[in-house]
Nanobody, 125 residues
Framework: QLQLVESGGGLVQPGGSLRLSCAAS????????IGWFRQAPGKEREGVSC????????NYADSVKGRFTITRDNAKNTVHLQMNSLKPEDTAVYYC??????????????????WGQGTQVTVSS
């Protein structure tokens, strides 16, 4: 079965950190660019970050630049999103998604064909 599974979400105080993981099963992740998206209640889905299939290129939403870092370990079929200096406005369900393609990635959700089930991130004191 082809799956993406997110983990690492939780409750954290403002200024804190979390590390999200996206693990693929049933298919080799190194053929895919991977994106992280989030959706807060009552808001549209937002692209957060993405990384090309070889890890050489990445993109970030302006709202997370300098605070979030995306990395991938193709040998472990896993992508990570390190989130530092978290703010209450980062609260959302975070999803990872995969798109078959090359080394360039985009934060356009409609390009991604495989999605995980999401993990909740709550930033609150």
């Amino acid at each position: 079965q082809l799956q993406l599974v997110e983990s690492g979400g939780g409750l954290v105080q403002p200024g804190g950190s979390l590390r999200l993981s996206c693990a693929a099963s049933g298919f080799p992740l190194d053929y895919y660019a991977i994106g992280w998206f989030r959706q807060a209640p009552g808001k549209e889905r937002e692209g957060v970050s993405c990384i090309g299939r070889n890890g050489g290129t990445s993109n970030y939403a302006d709202s997370v630049k300098g605070r979030f870092t995306i990395t991938r370990d193709n040998a472990k079929n896993t992508v990570h999103l390190q989130m530092n200096s978290l703010k209450p406005e980062d609260t959302a369900v975070y999803y990872c998604a995969a798109v078959l393609g090359g080394n360039v990635c985009h934060l356009r959700g409609n390009e991604y064909g495989r999605w995980g089930q999401g993990t909740q991130v709550t930033v609150s004191s």
